[in-house]
């Protein structure tokens, strides 16, 4: 059944990055769908029933705007401190517990900090997430540490589990 999912979806994925309906460009999707739905159909999501669900798209979108703010937000921060006279810089690496479940939340969590200028993800350990920091603000880590990620944690937690 999830090979079959991801037949569909990378099907009308295909559809719509092409925007076309000749023959040629139909043919190819499908043997292009039915080629990954084939390589990497048991590594699309288990419950399969999850992909139709309207609002962990709503979410996404959500997740998206947010991601967004926080991006140009970080970059304003960072081109502050780059310009500074005095670099205000205070680097840190901080432990910040994650209470995501699935690999797929804790991936695009771990990818989300690091694409935010000034944090990198280091490692994930357990239910436990290793983040460079620029700038650490407060001195209480888990305040500081909850600030990066409370951000997305809970948005992801609605699309992915």
């Known amino acids: ?11 009308i994925l295909w559809l719509l990055l092409t ?8 043919i190819t999707g499908v043997i292009v769908s039915l080629l990954t739905a084939f390589l990497f159909g048991n590594m699309f ?6 992909v139709f669900q309207i609002k962990r798209y709503l979410w996404f979108l959500w997740y998206l705007i947010i991601f967004i703010w926080e991006c140009l937000k970080a970059n304003f921060d960072v081109a502050y401190r780059v310009l500074h006279p005095a670099l205000p810089i205070k680097p840190g690496i901080v432990k910040a517990k994650v209470s995501l479940k699935t690999d797929i939340a804790r991936t695009i969590l ?9 944090t990198l993800s280091v490692d994930i350990t357990g239910e436990h997430i290793f983040i460079h920091w620029i700038c650490i603000k407060d001195e209480n880590l888990e305040v500081s540490c909850q600030e990066i990620v409370d951000k ?10």
């Open 19 to 26: 925007f076309t309906l000749h023959i040629q460009f139909v």
């Open 110 to 118: 771990a990818n989300s900090i690091t694409m935010t200028p000034g």
């Open 1 to 11: 059944m999830r090979k079959s999912v991801l037949f569909i979806v990378t099907f």
């Open 152 to 161: 997305f944690e809970n948005i992801l937690a609605r699309i992915f589990e």
């Open 45 to 50: 999501v288990k419950n399969w029933n999850k």
